[in-house]
């Protein structure tokens, strides 16, 4: 994630409810999917988990930038 996306979202996670949401279950798969990729081996359970994981944290990747979007057009008075 960029700089600037990073600096946004620490300005606007306490104010928007929705963000903060979105945002702590981002750090949340990471730390998981941190988890799987120590692993040498992952079992057939195991790696659909991660797929499954990776499928989430990119669908809340893609509502954060929806939001970041509409901030940002805010900032600029669009």
Do not use: C
């Not at 929705?18 to 195991?46: G, M, P």
């Not at 954060?64 to 669009?78: A, N, P, S, W, Y």
């Amino acid at each position: 994630m960029e700089k600037r996306d990073l600096a946004l979202i620490e300005e606007w996670k306490e104010k928007d409810p929705e963000l903060r949401k979105l945002w702590q279950e981002h750090l949340e798969f990471e730390e998981q999917l941190e988890a799987f990729n120590k692993r040498v081996y992952l079992s057939a359970s195991e790696e659909l988990e991660r797929k499954t994981i990776q499928k989430k944290k990119l669908k809340g990747r893609d509502q954060i930038e929806r939001i970041l979007i509409k901030l940002r057009q805010q900032k600029t008075g669009m």
